[in-house]
């Protein structure tokens, strides 16, 4: 499988800062990203909008509006995972990516990040996905790989999928495996089960007692 930094691209050079407006309106025609990052010196300073440039006067300089960069990138060791929360931050098509020197080196595009997420064993292994939440002082990541693993499960990877002030949600894959024990084992540890599970003996058996009752009440 290919490492992240694999995907690391220079199909288009950066625009330099004494660039001018009109020269950056110009070659934003070539692609459909929404924003392109800008060096001065071979140094990253930032990336400016797209859809800013086009409302820009064209005989300026992209200098004269050094003000509206958004500073936002990634370093070239940085995980997969921290690069996509930085894309979903910024809510950006491109990432430009950094040396340690701050030097430029290139950017990732998200359809390629995305891509290289299919590739992972979280999505291309063959699974269960649990999704359970519970309060955000109480969980940790070490119980639930034992609860898990205690019922002879593996875990194939989690993430966060939402989250307030009380609570977080969690979303894990695991391979094959117990489905119903897992589930009861984290009922037990008072995590809350948020996905549906055909397998899920609890909830068959309240199904199965709520239609007894609403049979006997048309009696």
Known sequence: MKEIKD?????????????TIGAAQDFSQEFTFSKFPV?????????IAIEDIEAYESNKKISEYKYSL???YTRVNT???DVLEIFAKNRTDILPVLDENNQYIGYYELVDIIKFFHETPFLKE????IVVRKSIIDYSVSQIAQIIES???KLLGLFISDADIEFVEITL??????????????RRYNFEIISEHQEDSYINSLKERSDYLAKYLNI
Not at 40 to 47: A, C, H, L
């Open 70 to 72: 958004e500073g936002f």
């Open 79 to 81: 995980s997969w995972l």
């Open 7 to 19: 995907y690391i691209t220079n199909d288009y050079k950066a625009l330099d800062i004494e660039s």
């Open 151 to 153: 019922n002879d499960g």
């Open 126 to 129: 063959a699974g269960g996905i």
């Open 39 to 47: 060096t001065e010196n071979g140094i990253y300073i930032g990336s």
């Open 173 to 186: 894959k695991i391979n094959l495996g117990p489905m119903n024990e897992i589930l009861q084992t984290f």
